[in-house]
C-alpha cells in the first residue's frame, strides 16, 4: 500500500483512480416507494432511470476505504429520490459523509428507535455513529454528491430497512421538504 493523492469531482462525483463502481435504478425501488402508480408512470415516461451512482476507492489491506455517492434530482410521487439505506452489517462501525454539491436530507435512526435527520449541504460532514440506520435524500433540483468514509469491514445490513422502511419519509409539501412519520414502518 502506497500512499495517494485521489481526485474527486464534487459536481459529478467522479473519482481518480477509483477501484469500482455501481448504479441504481428505479426499478429497483418497487415496494420501496408509496406510490407505485407512480413509479410505473415514471418508468413508462421516462424508461429505468438511474438513480444514484457509487463509486469507490479501495485499497487492499487498509482499514478504511471512500467514495461517492451521486444522486440525480426527481420524485416519485411525493417522495424524493433516494438511497436503499441500511444499518452497518458490524454494529460498531459508524460512517462520515461530507457534502459536495446539491441539497438533500440524511435520515437516520438507532436500534432503540430514535431518530434524526441532518441536512446535506456543501460544507457539512454528517457523523453517523455506529449501529444507526442511514438513508440519503436528494431534496433539490440538481445533482447531490457527498464523499463517504468508513471500514472496510463495516459491511451492509440492507433486509431489515428493505422489509420495513425507516422510521421516517421525506415528502414534498407545496415544493418543501417535510419529514413525517413513515405509517407503514413496523417495530
Ligand atoms: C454509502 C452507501 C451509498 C448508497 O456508501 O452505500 O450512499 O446507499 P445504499 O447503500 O443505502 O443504497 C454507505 O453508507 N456505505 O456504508
Ligand atoms: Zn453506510
Known amino acids: 500500500m502506497l500512499p495517494e493523492g485521489v481526485t474527486i469531482d464534487p459536481l459529478t462525483g467522479h473519482i481518480s483512480p477509483s477501484t469500482g463502481k455501481y448504479t441504481k435504478r428505479l426499478s429497483e ?35 478504511l476505504f471512500f467514495g461517492t455517492t ?7 410521487g411525493d417522495e424524493y429520490f433516494m438511497t436503499r439505506g441500511h444499518y452497518h452489517a458490524r454494529q460498531d462501525r459508524g460512517e462520515i459523509y461530507y457534502t459536495q454539491s446539491g441539497e438533500g436530507i440524511l435520515l437516520l435512526h438507532s436500534r432503540d428507535g430514535q431518530t434524526r435527520e ?57 415544493d418543501a421538504a417535510a419529514c413525517i412519520p413513515n405509517p407503514r414502518f413496523q417495530v
Open 118 to 174: 441532518v441536512d446535506m449541504k456543501p460544507g457539512v460532514c454528517a457523523f453517523i455513529p455506529p449501529d444507526w440506520a442511514h438513508r440519503s435524500v436528494n431534496t433539490g433540483k440538481s445533482r447531490l454528491v457527498f464523499v463517504w468514509c468508513c471500514s472496510q469491514d463495516a459491511g451492509h445490513d440492507y433486509a431489515e430497512i428493505a422489509s420495513k422502511g425507516m422510521r421516517k419519509l421525506v415528502v414534498a409539501k407545496e
Open 70 to 76: 451521486t444522486m440525480m434530482p426527481g420524485r416519485v
Open 29 to 63: 425501488f418497487r415496494g420501496i416507494y408509496r406510490d407505485e402508480k407512480a413509479l410505473d408512470a415514471l418508468l413508462k415516461e421516462q424508461g429505468d432511470l438511474v438513480t444514484y451512482e457509487v463509486v469507490e476507492y479501495r485499497a487492499d489491506g487498509s482499514d
